[in-house]
C-alpha cells in the first residue's frame, strides 16, 4: 500500500522497489512524448546540434558523450560552428537557427527546439528521468523561462558577443 502511494507522488519520475512482492512499480502519465523512447538498430541516431565554441556548451556535450561512451552511435553530437556544417543535411536547421536555441534531431527525425531539445538529448544518453523532469508541467514553465534568458544571454555570458554580431562566430585570436 504505501509503496503504490509513493509511487503515485512522484508520478513516475523514477523507479521505485515495492518490498512486499520484489517487484518495480512504474507509474508512467504522460509527462512529453519522449518519454517512451526505444532505440533499435533499425532507426536513426539522435543528432545534436551545438557550438563548439561555447565553453558552456561544450562542457556539457563532453558530460554527455562520456555518459555514451559505452554506447557508441547512439548520439551524434553536430558541431555547428565549424566551417563545413551545412543545416540542409540536418532538417533545415540553419547556423542561425542553430545558434539562437538548442536543436535536437530525433531517431525519428523530428526536429526539436529549446527545452525539448534537451529532453530528447538526455533520454538518448540515459538521463530520461532528467528530461521527464524537464518536461513536468509544473517544472516546464520554468524551465522555459530559464532557457530562454540563457540562450538570449549565452555569447555575452560567454565573451563571444562583439565576434557574433554579423554571420558566424569566429574564435577570438589574440
Same mark, same amino acid.
Given at each position: ?5 509513493? /509511487?503515485?507522488?512522484? %508520478? *513516475?519520475?523514477?523507479? #521505485?522497489?515495492?518490498?512486499? @512482492? ?7 502519465? /504522460? ?9 533499435? %538498430?533499425? $532507426?536513426?541516431?539522435?543528432? +545534436? ?16 558523450? &562520456? ?26 536547421? $540553419?547556423?542561425? !537557427?542553430? =545558434? ?10 523530428? +526536429?526539436?527546439? *529549446? ?5 530528447? !538529448?538526455? $533520454? /538518448?544518453?540515459? #538521463? *530520461?528521468?532528467?528530461?521527464?523532469? !524537464? =518536461? ?6 520554468? !524551465?522555459?523561462? $530559464?532557457?530562454?534568458? &540563457?540562450?538570449? @544571454?549565452? #555569447? ?17 585570436? @589574440?
Amino acid at each position: 500500500m504505501f509503496c503504490n502511494v509513493r /509511487a503515485g507522488l512522484v %508520478s *513516475g519520475l523514477v523507479r #521505485l522497489p515495492t518490498f512486499a @512482492n520484489s517487484r518495480a512499480i512504474r507509474v508512467t502519465p /504522460a509527462l512529453c512524448r519522449h518519454q517512451h523512447r526505444t532505440f533499435s %538498430s533499425e $532507426s536513426e541516431d539522435v543528432k +545534436v546540434l551545438y557550438d563548439g565554441l561555447c565553453p558552456i556548451c561544450v562542457t556539457e556535450i563532453r558530460f554527455l558523450q &562520456f555518459l555514451q561512451r559505452d554506447k557508441p552511435g547512439k548520439v551524434d553530437f553536430i558541431d555547428i560552428s565549424l566551417p563545413g556544417y551545412d543545416g540542409e543535411k540536418y532538417k533545415g536547421v $540553419s547556423y542561425e !537557427m542553430a =545558434m539562437g536555441e538548442m536543436h535536437v534531431i530525433d531517431e525519428k527525425n523530428e +526536429v526539436h527546439c *529549446g527545452v525539448p531539445a534537451f529532453a530528447v !538529448m538526455y $533520454s /538518448a544518453v540515459g #538521463l *530520461g528521468w532528467l528530461g521527464r523532469f !524537464m =518536461m513536468w508541467p509544473p517544472v516546464r514553465p520554468f !524551465m522555459d523561462k $530559464s532557457y530562454t534568458i &540563457f540562450a538570449k @544571454n549565452r #555569447l555575452k555570458w560567454t565573451g563571444r558577443g562583439d565576434e557574433c554580431t554579423t554571420g558566424r562566430c569566429e574564435k577570438k585570436t @589574440n
